[in-house]
C-alpha cells in the first residue's frame, strides 16, 4: 500500500521495526523539482540522518496551467516528486517532546 495522508504508512522494505532503543517514522513530502535533479534529491535524503525513500510517486507538471497559477519554473523540465521516507528516531531523543497520547501509545510512562 502506498502512505496516504489519511495516516496509512507504507510498507517498507526495509524490514526495520520500532523499538526500545529508537522509533521509526514515516514522512510524504510533495516537492515541484527540476527533473533531471531527481537522482541528485534521492541522493540526499539518503544521504543524512537514516532516512530510507520506500515509495515514491513521480509526475510531470504542466507548465502552462503552474504559470497561470502564479508559478513560473524556468526553461527546465520539472515533475511533482511525492517521497515517502523512513527515519529511525532514537527514542531518548524524542521522548521528552512526545504528547503524553504518543508515549502512552508506545508503553512509556508519563508524569
Partial sequence: PQA???????????????GDLYDLIQVRISMVVDTARI?????????????TVIDLDLRPVDKFIALGEGYDYGPASVSELTVVLESAWLRSWTTAFMPDSIKTSLGIATK
Fill in 39 to 51: 537522482p541528485s534529491i534521492l541522493d540526499g535524503f539518503a544521504s543524512y540522518n537514516f532516512f
Fill in 4 to 18: 496516504s495522508e489519511e495516516g496509512h504508512l507504507a510498507l517498507a522494505h526495509t524490514n526495520r521495526k520500532s
